[in-house]
Structure formats: structure tokens, C-alpha cells
């Protein structure tokens, strides 16, 4: 196995919750409590349709492009790149000019310059293209169903364990945070 890693941005670097949330809060939209569901049309009650249009419109906003860091990723990504990793990230986004603007720039601010490439896949695109370009690296992600793409790709697929993405994951390795997956590297923090 080579050492790219390749992985998720949406809830595996970056924290979108952190600043969707209130930005639909400010709209008049009460998140209902249901972790175990993934997607927030079920956390809001609303249509996977009118939740795609909210999702376009705040990934055109400048809140979109100050997205925190997951927990330990500024941590985490640091040690890896001293240690000769490389990062690869696949996104889906909208693709147009302004939304990859914005993601870059968040991830440049977010974390400097850890990413050789990014993948733009689309808004709610299929990842499973991209991670076939690639010869066997680590995969992250925390989607079950995206990092289940990642295994048919003969990656090493981190799954970061959430109450949305439980039910079986063969050959996936599921992890707290990026600390356990430096670990399970042999990186020391």
C-alpha cells in the first residue's frame, strides 16, 4: 500500500454542521434530534429536494468556506505529512466555479496546504470513479456506503464511526477520529 490517503471532506475534515446548522436555524428550520438518520432532510422534515436546494444555496455563502477542522485533523494532518503522506480529496460539491473556490480556500485556511489534488464529484456524486484512479491507499470517509466503494476499490477503508452510519461494514475499519487512524498507521502523535 502506497501512502496516499484519500478521503471524504464533509464531516471527515471538514465539520459542514458546524456552520450548516445554524445557518438553517436562522431560517426558521428546528433540527429534530435523529442521529442514527443520515441526512438532514430527515433531521428537518423536509424533501431530499428542498434540502438540495438549501445545500446549493449555503455552498455558495462565505460561511461555507470557514468550515472548522473535524476534531484532531489539524492535529493529525501534520503528523501524517511529515511521516511522507500525501492527502487526495474527493468532494461532492456542486461543481461550478464559486463552490470550488470556496472549498479550496476553506481547506487551504482550515488545514494549509496538505491536498496534492481535490475531486470535485458533483453535488451528491458517486465517489466510486475516483477511487478507482487510484492503486490501493487509505480511504476515509463516514459514509457507510461510500467507504463500502472504497473497499470495492481494494483501499484501506477508515470508516469514523457516527450513530448515522452504523449496520455492517465488512473490511472496514471503523475509528473514533483521526487520531485512531494516525495510530492505526504506526504514526505516534
Known amino acids: 500500500m502506497n501512502k496516499t490517503i484519500i478521503t471524504d471532506i ?4 471538514l ?9 438553517m436555524e436562522a431560517r426558521g428550520f428546528a433540527k429534530a434530534v435523529l442521529h442514527d438518520q443520515y441526512g438532514w432532510e430527515h433531521h428537518y422534515g423536509i424533501t431530499e429536494k428542498m434540502l438540495d436546494g438549501l445545500l446549493r444555496e449555503f455552498m455558495a455563502t462565505e460561511d461555507f468556506c470557514r468550515l472548522p477542522p473535524i476534531a ?9 505529512l511529515r511521516h511522507d ?10 461543481d461550478n466555479y464559486v463552490t470550488k473556490l470556496l472549498r479550496r480556500r476553506n481547506l487551504f485556511e482550515a488545514l494549509g496546504q ?11 456524486g458517486d465517489k466510486s470513479d475516483v477511487l478507482h484512479e487510484y492503486p490501493r491507499s ?12 472504497g473497499v470495492r476499490a ?16 465488512e473490511d472496514v475499519t471503523r475509528v473514533k477520529d483521526w487520531i485512531e487512524i494516525a495510530v492505526a498507521l504506526g504514526i505516534a502523535l
Open 10 to 13: 464533509d464531516g471527515t475534515v
Open 15 to 23: 465539520d459542514l454542521a458546524a456552520k450548516f446548522e445554524p445557518w
Open 72 to 80: 484532531h485533523a489539524e492535529l493529525v494532518f501534520p503528523a501524517l
Open 85 to 94: 503522506y500525501t492527502f487526495v480529496a474527493v468532494t461532492a460539491v456542486p
Open 114 to 124: 496538505p491536498f496534492d489534488f481535490i475531486h470535485h464529484v458533483g453535488f451528491r
Open 138 to 149: 487509505v480511504w476515509v470517509e463516514d459514509h457507510r456506503e461510500n467507504a463500502l466503494a
Open 154 to 169: 481494494r483501499h484501506h477503508t477508515f470508516l469514523l464511526d457516527r450513530p448515522y452510519n452504523q449496520g455492517p461494514a
